[in-house]
């Protein structure tokens, strides 16, 4: 017995110091780069993948203890993808801790009420935190990687302040835009009023896109969408100038001439009754609601007062001079 204790001292001491000499290791700060470094673990990566990662990125960290130091802890298979950032004094036991929790960095991007998808993207691919995977795709080929139902994305996207962890693919946040617009529509579409102009939600979307670029007051918007729908039920023209220029993309300067008003497009609702073809915009929530709830008003028409806010009026008569008020007469 003295003697298997004999034996076995000093491989027990051995054992201790190894164990004191890594605990000590992992809690003295790492070498880097720079300050802060930022760094990715990409989805599926176990940990000797993650640490060939963090010490790409410049994180001096020694794989061999790092990998014992989650063993001995229990984390070498609880790692978690995303992106992270250290910095100055972070140690092997923080940086491992910070792995296991998953402590990712996160961005954010802001996607306005009332742009268009092309707005969108350039939005995105402006975004260095932001992987641009649909850069060089069609926005059909963006449709058939998300496997959405839709035969184009214009105004499916739902306009919010998206939080992602940095170096997300650009598909899945506009995945995600699209996911929220089809619940938001949805919850919308089941609680309209009755006697509406539309067949289908997706006629209410087109709706509540016009309605959100000829809105400049909050307060407006019901009323506006009021003016629209009485035009769609007696089948009058909807007159609406943003639906023309979405029609002319590339070919408006920012001038909408009386010859672009007589020039057909399919979404030019001068010369064609009836909603566009598709939304001209991502409409907001307020816009969404407005289409599915209009005032309860008999105007036909609206005319800016160059405040931000509209007159409106229930004959062609009233309209005029209120054109000739707040327009033609600079007042």
């Given at each position: 017995?003295?003697?298997?204790?004999?034996l076995?001292?000093?491989?027990?001491?051995?054992?201790?110091?190894?164990?004191?000499?890594?605990?000590?290791?992992?809690?003295?700060?790492?070498?880097?780069?720079t300050?802060?470094?930022?760094?990715?673990?990409?989805?599926?990566?176990?940990?000797?993948?993650?640490?060939?990662?963090?010490?790409?990125?410049?994180?001096?960290?020694?794989?061999?203890?790092?990998?014992?130091?989650?063993?001995?802890?229990?984390?070498?298979?609880?790692?978690?993808?995303?992106?992270?950032?250290?910095?100055?004094?972070?140690?092997?036991?923080?940086?491992?801790?910070?792995?296991v929790?998953?402590?990712?960095?996160?961005?954010?991007?802001?996607?306005?009420?009332?742009?268009?998808?092309?707005?969108?993207?350039?939005?995105?691919?402006?975004?260095?935190?932001?992987?641009?995977?649909?850069?060089?795709?069609?926005?059909?080929?963006?449709?058939?990687?998300?496997?959405?139902?839709?035969?184009?994305l214009?105004?499916?996207?739902?306009?919010d302040?998206y939080?992602?962890?940095?170096?997300?693919?650009?598909?899945?946040?506009?995945?995600?835009?699209?996911?929220?617009?089809?619940?938001?529509?949805?919850?919308?579409?089941?609680?309209?009023?009755?006697?509406?102009?539309?067949?289908?939600?997706?006629?209410?979307l087109?709706?509540?896109?016009?309605?959100?670029?000829?809105?400049?007051?909050?307060?407006?918007?019901?009323?506006?969408?009021?003016?629209?729908?009485?035009?769609?039920?007696?089948?009058?023209?909807?007159?609406?100038?943003?639906?023309?220029?979405?029609?002319?993309?590339?070919?408006?300067?920012?001038?909408?001439?009386?010859?672009?008003?007589q020039?057909?497009?399919?979404?030019?609702?001068?010369?064609?009754?009836?909603?566009?073809?598709?939304?001209?915009a991502?409409?907001?929530l307020?816009?969404?609601?407005?289409?599915?709830?209009?005032?309860?008003?008999?105007?036909?028409?609206f005319?800016?007062?160059?405040?931000?806010?509209?007159?409106?009026?229930?004959?062609?008569?009233?309209?005029?001079?209120?054109?000739?008020?707040?327009?033609?007469?600079?007042?």
């Amino acid at each position: 017995m003295r003697l298997l204790l004999k034996l076995l001292l000093p491989l027990l001491l051995l054992l201790a110091a190894a164990a004191g000499g890594l605990w000590w290791w992992a809690g003295q700060p790492l070498a880097l780069r720079t300050q802060p470094v930022d760094f990715h673990i990409a989805n599926g990566s176990g940990l000797r993948a993650a640490i060939t990662q963090i010490r790409a990125a410049g994180v001096a960290v020694e794989p061999s203890l790092l990998l014992l130091l989650a063993r001995v802890s229990g984390a070498e298979t609880g790692i978690k993808a995303g992106s992270y950032s250290v910095g100055e004094g972070v140690t092997p036991r923080q940086l491992l801790d910070k792995l296991v929790r998953g402590k990712v960095t996160q961005g954010d991007i802001t996607l306005v009420e009332g742009w268009t998808l092309r707005q969108w993207r350039a939005r995105l691919a402006a975004n260095p935190d932001v992987n641009g995977d649909s850069r060089d795709l069609s926005d059909d080929e963006i449709i058939r990687r998300l496997g959405a139902q839709h035969a184009n994305l214009e105004g499916w996207l739902f306009p919010d302040t998206y939080l992602f962890d940095k170096h997300s693919s650009d598909l899945d946040l506009i995945a995600r835009a699209l996911r929220a617009m089809e619940k938001r529509l949805a919850e919308a579409w089941a609680g309209r009023a009755e006697g509406l102009p539309y067949n289908t939600p997706y006629e209410a979307l087109i709706m509540a896109s016009i309605i959100e670029k000829e809105t400049g007051r909050e307060a407006d918007r019901e009323r506006i969408a009021a003016v629209f729908t009485n035009r769609l039920r007696l089948g009058m023209p909807l007159q609406t100038d943003p639906t023309v220029i979405y029609g002319l993309k590339d070919a408006f300067d920012g001038n909408l001439k009386k010859r672009h008003l007589q020039t057909d497009t399919p979404y030019n609702t001068y010369t064609r009754r009836g909603l566009p073809p598709t939304p001209i915009a991502m409409p907001g929530l307020a816009s969404l609601q407005a289409a599915l709830h209009p005032a309860s008003s008999s105007a036909l028409y609206f005319v800016a007062r160059g405040d931000g806010s509209s007159q409106f009026s229930n004959t062609l008569e009233e309209h005029n001079r209120a054109v000739n008020r707040y327009q033609r007469s600079g007042k």
